[in-house]
């Protein structure tokens, strides 16, 4: 278990240096996220003892199973699934850092309420739904401006930019389009000089597309199949508010 998780490490960061330098970017410009649903602690560890102290879960259930085994290791613990606002309290109990899908302002404002309750910040990304499906979630990319803007308002939220789940497709210049798309929002909301706004961060890109998110400016790729394996769920099942 442990060399195949270190061997598909290796993989997967000499895929990051190597887009980094076909973009002229900096290899450090690119942070490797992990996505663990579905991963057990003790395989967590193994990624964690080895470097990669950034990980993230899909499932409030999930990151509360994992809590105990994982807690006293540093690490640093975003969200990227679909946040229930009756979930809330969780998020925070279970020390997650960063929300990167933050995607209403209902989810927001109850966030917020929550934070202020208990004297404490919380860094987040505003979702957007750059692929137009409609079994994914996030803001429709006419509406991110206004909603980044009045969650900017919110002294609990540090936006720190934008995250996107990219069309699910082999053809590549249709990715790529949904990536183009977040991007364009950034420097737009860039130009419009908000207070209480970083745009340092763009999350998107996978283990299917990281290339090509990383040539439109990822600087946050989400990576969990490549290196521990194929899940028992089809991807469908972590973005089912349902579920």
Known sequence: MKEDILHNLEIINNRIKNACKKAG???????????????SAERIKVAIENGQVLIAENKVQELKEKY????????INHFIGHLQTNKIKDILKYEVMCVQSLDRL????????????????????????TS???????????NAIELTKKVAEFSTLNIKGLMTIGLFSAETEKVRK?????KNIQQEI????????EMKELSMGMSGDL???IEE?????????AVFGTRIYPDSYYWNEKN
């Open 25 to 39: 970017r900096k290899p450090d410009e690119v942070k490797l996220l992990l996505a663990t649903k579905t991963v």
């Open 211 to 213: 290339e090509t998110a």
């Open 68 to 75: 105990e085994e994982l807690k006293d290791i540093p690490h």
């Open 178 to 182: 949904c990536f183009k798309i977040l």
């Open 106 to 129: 209902d989810l927001a404002e109850k966030l917020h309420q929550r934070l202020l309750a208990e004297n404490k910040t919380i860094e987040v990304l505003i979702q957007v739904n």
């Open 190 to 197: 860039i130009l419009e000089n908000i207070p209480n706004i």
């Open 217 to 225: 400016g990822s600087t946050i790729v989400r990576v969990g199949t």
């Open 132 to 142: 137009n499906e409609e079994s994914k979630f996030g803001v429709d990319p006419k």
